[in-house]
């Protein structure tokens, strides 16, 4: 699987943006994909992972602002992201990792084999 990601840029305090991550997949596969930010000088963190059949995990610390969703059909991750705040400033990483049906997506970073290139988000008045 390939995956691209779009969608990030600029936005004020208070802000919304949403985040898109391809995926070009080739033949029938199942894959748990997720979003993970790193701040400039900090590690990546998880934000929100989704399986196969759409079952979806938060980090702690992400929930309350951050929706996560896909469409199947188009192969589409999508990340909304709401309120934004400095601190939310970030590279947002998309990434994915094969796994069998009915399978719980971690938000472990070493599980997740396939990354995108990743989106910056800057959060700034």
């Known amino acids: 699987v390939e995956l691209v990601e779009s969608g990030g840029g600029s936005v004020q305090p208070g802000g919304s943006l949403t985040l898109s991550c391809s995926a070009s997949?080739?033949?029938?596969?199942?894959?748990?994909m997720g979003w993970f930010r790193q701040a400039q000088g900090k590690g990546r963190e998880a934000v929100a992972v989704?399986?196969?059949?759409?079952?979806?995990r938060y980090a702690d610390s992400m929930k309350g602002r951050f929706t996560l969703s896909k469409d199947n059909a188009k192969n589409t991750l999508y990340l909304q992201m709401y309120d934004l705040k400095p601190e939310d400033s970030a590279m947002y990483y998309c990434?994915?990792?094969?796994?069998?049906?009915?399978?719980?997506?971690?938000?472990?970073?070493?599980?997740?084999?396939?990354w995108g290139q990743g989106t910056q988000v800057t959060v700034s008045s």
């Open positions: 990434a994915a990792y094969p796994t069998i049906q009915g399978a719980i997506c971690t938000l472990r970073l070493s599980d997740y084999s396939t």
């Open positions: 989704i399986s196969n059949e759409g079952g979806q």
């Open positions: 997949v080739s033949g029938y596969s199942i894959h748990c």
